[in-house]
């Protein structure tokens, strides 16, 4: 695929990272919303240059003309547009514990195990991972690597040291594997949106981390269903998944 999509104007254009040599994104963000895409068999182009929202966000989309940042955003855009609803079969309980899973997996499980794996564990692997010259190296790790810890820092889990923030990504990923447990998808035996949002985070620890990273030696040795799980999620949504990695 390009890195600039010929947009057919019936079709949504996203706006994301460059691919990766081993998953289609490496912005968790990015592979939950195409996944979304591809589950709600939504047509879409990808913008694949690493062009950032007006508001500095990073994946969004133009749809009916419009600018449109934060993927849960726009997903209910989505989904009032196109009247899709991947949770109807869900009850009211059901849908309050995906949400609830999507809050802990967005807003905690990603910085403690992805982001803190790659920016303080390994953060050269990153670069290279990412195709940024060696000779940029240094200009990375003051100006992107900086503002992200700061980032960090901010949100809370930045304060806390190497083994307390394991500790907590540990729990939030034993919590995970424990309540999919032998289930085909998340929330049962029918895919719903929360498979999206699971999807595209827990295949970052599987398959976009530094080599034997611990996050990755978890998911797929003590809580391997989890493992299991994105390897079936890969296989119904994205057969074509070698043909969208970096070559």
Not at 67 to 92: M, P, Q, R, W
Request: hydrophobic share 40%; glycine share 6%; with cysteine.
């Amino acid at each position: 695929m390009p890195a600039v999509a010929n947009q057919d104007k019936d079709a949504i254009l996203m706006y994301h990272f460059p691919r990766a040599t081993t998953i289609p994104s490496p912005s968790p963000f990015a592979l939950k919303l195409e996944t979304y895409f591809r589950m709600a068999d939504v047509k879409y182009e990808s913008d694949l240059r690493g062009k950032f929202s007006k508001k500095g966000k990073i994946p969004w989309v133009i749809i009916d003309g419009k600018e449109l940042g934060d993927t849960a955003f726009i997903i209910d855009y989505v989904n009032k547009k196109y009247n899709i609803d991947l949770d109807k079969n869900l009850s009211e309980l059901d849908k309050s514990i995906a949400h609830s899973f999507r809050k802990m997996t967005e807003e905690n499980t990603f910085w403690a195990s992805i982001s803190y794996g790659r920016l303080v564990d390994d953060f050269p692997w990153l670069l290279k991972q990412l195709g940024v010259p060696s000779i940029l190296t240094w200009i990375a790790k003051l100006t992107v690597r900086r503002r992200l810890l700061k980032n960090m820092w901010g949100h809370g889990i930045g304060r806390h040291n190497d083994a307390e923030i394991r500790t907590i990504a540990e729990g939030d990923i034993g919590s995970i594997s424990e309540f999919l447990d032998n289930k085909p998808f998340f929330m049962g035996d029918q895919p719903t949106s929360i498979d999206a949002v699971m999807f595209g985070f827990l295949a970052q620890l599987v398959w976009f981390m530094p080599p034997e990273h611990w996050t990755t030696e978890l998911v797929t040795g003590e809580f391997k269903n989890i493992a299991e799980y994105c390897e079936r999620m890969k296989a119904k949504y994205w057969p074509d998944w070698n043909d969208h990695l970096k070559k």
